[in-house]
């Protein structure tokens, strides 16, 4: 019986929508997270008449035929692109991205990967790193003796000295764009790869070419809803039980057939 195996499908992607909002839930404290949201569509169909075939019986053309679908299957988990609140955390290298873009970062072997993480920290030698330690993109360093360090709008990053009146440009942080930001690959802690769907990074000075800004001081929350989440999972579980429900009764109809004399 078809019936089985459909709301077993149907069971299967509630159970993903389930585990998509627990990760989502899981990230609400997550700095610069943007929500995930499952995509599913319908699977393929058994085409028991198609739909503009000749009827054999008088030579009709059957307007609509009967056409069988056989479930449904995910199709994406995408990513939701949306700005989340910022709040005020008073460190100097704190750094909340307003608008489009991500700082370059570069792993340990040598490939560049991205993030809206701005919790920026000093290593031993003064150079500027995520909270894993990979450095920022360009190699900025604030030397030990540095009294004050401010970060404007565009990135750039000054120091102040005892016994100077005027400040040191140590650097400007720059941002990256992309076409489809949702085509970029998660590799966890805040991290994301360059793919093909993605399209090439386009690299260039905050506030330009519609391009964020920085805001010193602060970090970007999560942008996750946790209403809206909670909603979609009493939703997820009231589509599980119906799909159990399907399962249920075709199984019941089966075991009236088998008890045909």
Known sequence: MRALNIAATGMAAQNMRVEVISHNLANMNTTAYNARRAEFSDLHYQQVQRPGTVNSADGTILPAGVQLGLG??????????????????????????????Y??????????????????????????VTSDGYSVVPDITVPEDARQITINAAGEVYAYFDGETEAQLLGQFGLVTFTNEKGLEAVGSNLYLETEASGAPNAGNAS???????RQGYLENSSVDAV??????IEAQRGYELNAKVITAADQMLAATTQIR
């Open 72 to 101: 449904v299957r995910a199709a994406a988990v995408s990513m939701q692109i949306a700005q989340g609140t910022v709040a005020e955390t008073g460190g100097a290298l704190d750094l909340a991205i307003e608008g489009q873009g």
């Open 103 to 128: 700082l370059e970062i570069t792993l340990p072997n040598g490939d560049p990967a991205y993030t809206r993480d701005g919790a920026l920290k000093r290593n031993g030698d003064g150079l500027v």
């Open 208 to 214: 330009e070419d519609g391009r964020g800004t920085f």
């Open 228 to 233: 809206r989440e909670i909603t979609g999972l």
